[in-house]
């Protein structure tokens, strides 16, 4: 397995733009999580699904912020309008249903700047 | 909300050397996780204790969940250049699936 893919790794972008980050998680996994992460505040939970369902959007900083899971194989992060103080490695991470045994696996990270 | 702290923040040794890093929270857990983070990487998961008192090995680590399930320690013994990493405690509070990251410790060991 590929593990979970994230892309792009890089994302450079003018403050006003729309940032769309894309997650496919690891088959079979039915729970996929948002994470974002800077100095300041370390790894921040923004929204998790279960079974493509969103479950807890409670870390989701602005309405500038969307999320979909169209399907069990795609998820995506949505910014709009982007500010500077977006600028973060945002990460997605999957898991087993199980709580807690299987762990999250990680994707490498999207870092977003946002000039 | 609960926070997870760790401690230290930094810590830089030397290789051979043992270390202690340690995950304190004023809440009860139902599960915590250990995880390690490259730079440019995600973290990896490294262990998951689900017991109060529960001590679990991974080679040169030790992990262990307080008694009352709101705390955590890794122990690492004769530290090693390839240990260097980003050391990240998860805790889960009881009825729910998402874990809450600690604040980080960043170890360097010197070859």
């Known amino acids: 397995d590929a593990g979970v893919i994230q892309s792009p790794r890089h994302e450079v972008t003018e403050m006003g733009q729309e940032v769309t980050l894309r997650c496919k998680p690891i088959s079979g996994h039915d729970y996929l999580f948002w994470y974002r992460q800077t100095m300041m505040r370390g790894l921040e939970l923004l929204i998790y699904?279960?079974?493509?369902?969103?479950?807890?959007d409670s870390g989701m900083p602005e309405d500038r912020f969307s999320a979909k899971m169209p399907n069990a194989s795609f998820s995506t992060l949505k910014i709009q309008p982007s500010e500077p103080r977006d600028s973060a490695v945002y990460f997605c991470?999957?898991?087993?249903?199980?709580?807690?045994?299987?762990?999250?696996?990680f994707g490498s990270g999207t870092r977003l700047t946002v000039v | 909300t609960q926070l997870l702290e760790q401690s230290p923040q930094f810590l830089s040794i030397q290789e051979g050397e043992n270390l202690t890093v340690y995950c304190n929270s004023s809440?009860?857990?139902?599960?915590l996780q250990w995880y390690r983070q490259e730079p440019g990487e995600g973290p990896v998961l490294l262990v998951t204790?689900?017991?109060?008192?529960e001590v679990k090995k991974l080679k040169r680590l030790t992990f262990q969940f307080g008694d009352a399930r709101k705390d955590s320690s890794l122990h690492i013994t004769a530290a090693q250049p390839g240990d260097t990493g980003l050391y990240l405690c998860?805790?889960?509070?009881?009825?729910?699936?998402?874990?809450?990251f600690g604040t980080g410790t960043r170890l360097k060991v010197l070859a």
């Open positions: 998860a805790g889960a509070p009881p009825g729910t699936y998402k874990y809450i």
């Open positions: 991470a999957s898991s087993f249903a199980v709580q807690g045994a299987s762990g999250y696996t």
């Open positions: 699904f279960n079974n493509n369902v969103p479950i807890d």
């Open positions: 204790v689900v017991t109060g008192g």
């Open positions: 809440s009860v857990f139902s599960s």
